[in-house]
């Protein structure tokens, strides 16, 4: 999996992470979240997929993929020091 996103990718990822799904409409893709709609090109899909940010399920969805979640967990956790101030 290569790890470094460009902004546009990152921005996708906070996407879903945030409760957006992807959705298509006839040849275009948005992120749908209620009332807001979000365009999003196939090619910044791909992109991520390829990246093994995004994976496109059975049922033609794409999500974040399980590998990426936990990445992101690990990124985003408190770092544990020897030292601690007090």
Do not use: I, W
């Not at 209620?34 to 093994?52: C, F, I, M, S």
């Not at 049922?59 to 993929?65: N, P």
Request: charged share 30%; aromatic share 10%.
């Amino acid at each position: 999996m290569k790890l470094k996103l460009t902004p546009t990718q990152n921005l996708c990822v906070g996407y879903l992470e945030s409760g957006f799904e992807v959705v298509q409409m006839e040849e275009q893709f948005f992120f749908v979240k209620g009332d807001k709609r979000q365009k999003v090109l196939p090619k910044t899909l791909e992109a991520l997929v390829n990246r093994g940010a995004l994976k496109y399920t059975t049922q033609g969805d794409y999500e974040l993929s399980d590998e990426f979640v936990e990445h992101r967990k690990k990124m985003c956790s408190p770092v544990r020091s020897k030292h601690t101030r007090h």
